[in-house]
Structure formats: structure tokens, C-alpha cells
T-cell receptor, first 111, second 114 residues
Framework: AQSVTQLGSHVSVSEGALVLLRCNYS??????LFWYVQYPNQGLQLLLK??????LVKGINGFEAEFKKSETSFHLTKPSAHMSDAAEYFC?????????FGKGTRLSVIA | KAGVTQTPRYLIKTRGQQVTLSCSPI?????VSWYQQTPGQGLQFLFE???????NKGNFPGRFSGRQFSNSRSEMNVSTLELGDSALYLC?????????????FGQGTRLTVV
């Protein structure tokens, strides 16, 4: 069985500040991990994915995430927030089944 | 290339009715998954089809069903609609048979049951 826990349903940061969105996973098989972003009234767009290659994964729009097996974590970071980053972010895990999503974290960026 | 297309985008139905939602995957993609998104429950997996066969199924009642055609297009059907079925229904297509590749999502169908 696989599951994802995203800590914090809502995170608020100032423009230019560090963005840190937390994700912990549980998986009975080697996991594949993903971060998706959703803008209002839109589908989900892939930010980045981990599929057992490099543990530090770089994605689009300046986001990156680090896979830490010992901590079962896959936190998403961005050094400097932009107003356009305001959206909902979903962490997801798969292995031998389709994607299992966390509850999501809404990111607000304050000017 | 064209993305995942879901139709219709918005739908209003009455309790007790049934509804059919359609999803056209990216050309060449053989896997189609369906998800229900609600504010309270988040994104929940409904079912997945690969080459016209249901390969995985989530924990939803039998009122929720789906199918996939030979051209990989998929439909999901919800019978005897309940107020709680109001949600955004998302379809995702995937190129291959493995789960380590990117799933591409459509914009969703927003279903409102009144």
C-alpha cells in the first residue's frame, strides 16, 4: 500500500522568500515520487519526478525536490517565490499502482 | 501535440440521474486513469484502463464505472447520482505500462448534482 502526507494545507510566503512544501510518503515497494501543481479551474501539471536516479531532482519554474529514503520524504523547494507560484501543490507516489496523491498544499505568495 | 481532452467541462445534473464523462488521451497513450477531486477528500483514484482492460480500481461504489475503447478514448459513467458526487473529475493519460512515467491531466469535468 502507498500513501502520502503533506504537512500544512496552506502555506503563505512573501515574494522573494524561500518556498518549502513538505511531503512524506509510505510505500511497500521502491517508490516513484511526483510533484504536481494545479492552478484554479485547471488540471494538474507535472513539476518534477523522482524515479530512482538522482536524489536531487530539478523541475520546471525553478522548483526542486530531494528524495530522502531514511526520512521517507520528498520536500519541494524554490529559493525565491514569485507571485505566479500561487497555486495548489500535490505530492504523489506510485510504484506498482497508479498515482496516490496527498491532500495538497495551497501556496499563497504575498507581495 | 494535443493534450488530454475532457468533455464536457461543466455539467449540472439532478439527483438520481446518470451521467457519462468522456476523455480523449494524448495520441499514442494507452493508459487512462480517472480521479475524483473534492475539497474534503482531495484527489481520489477511481479506476485505470490500459489497452481496453481495467487494470486497477479504487474504492468507489459500483455506481461508478468506466470503459476504454480501441482508440484509447475512455468514458466514465455514474448512475443514480447523489449530491456527494459533485466534484471535479480528472482524467490522466500515460504513455506506457509502467508507473514511473509522467501522467498528463486534462482540465477536468466539473459535475454539480442538485
Amino acid at each position: 500500500a502507498q500513501s502520502v502526507t503533506q504537512l500544512g494545507s496552506h502555506v503563505s510566503v512573501s515574494e522573494g522568500a524561500l518556498v518549502l512544501l513538505r511531503c512524506n510518503y509510505s510505500s511497500s515497494v521502491p517508490p516513484y515520487l511526483f510533484w504536481y501543481v494545479q492552478y484554479p479551474n485547471q488540471g494538474l501539471q507535472l513539476l518534477l519526478k523522482y524515479t530512482s536516479a538522482a536524489t536531487l531532482v530539478k523541475g520546471i519554474n525553478g522548483f526542486e525536490a530531494e528524495f530522502k529514503k531514511s526520512e521517507t520524504s520528498f520536500h519541494l523547494t524554490k529559493p525565491s517565490a514569485h507571485m505566479s507560484d500561487a497555486a495548489e501543490y500535490f505530492c504523489a507516489v506510485s510504484g506498482n499502482t497508479p498515482l496516490v496523491f496527498g491532500k495538497g498544499t495551497r501556496l499563497s505568495v504575498i507581495a | 501535440k494535443a493534450g488530454v481532452t475532457q468533455t464536457p467541462r461543466y455539467l449540472i445534473k439532478t439527483r438520481g440521474q446518470q451521467v457519462t464523462l468522456s476523455c480523449s488521451p494524448i495520441s499514442g497513450h494507452r493508459s487512462v486513469s480517472w480521479y475524483q477531486q473534492t475539497p474534503g477528500q482531495g484527489l481520489q483514484f477511481l479506476f485505470e484502463y490500459f489497452s481496453e482492460t481495467q487494470r486497477n480500481k479504487g474504492n468507489f461504489p459500483g455506481r461508478f464505472s468506466g470503459r476504454q475503447f480501441s482508440n484509447s478514448r475512455s468514458e466514465m459513467n455514474v448512475s443514480t447520482l447523489e449530491l456527494g458526487d459533485s466534484a471535479l473529475y480528472l482524467c490522466a493519460s500515460n504513455l506506457g505500462s509502467q508507473y514511473n512515467t509522467e501522467a498528463f491531466f486534462g482540465q477536468g469535468t466539473r459535475l454539480t448534482v442538485v
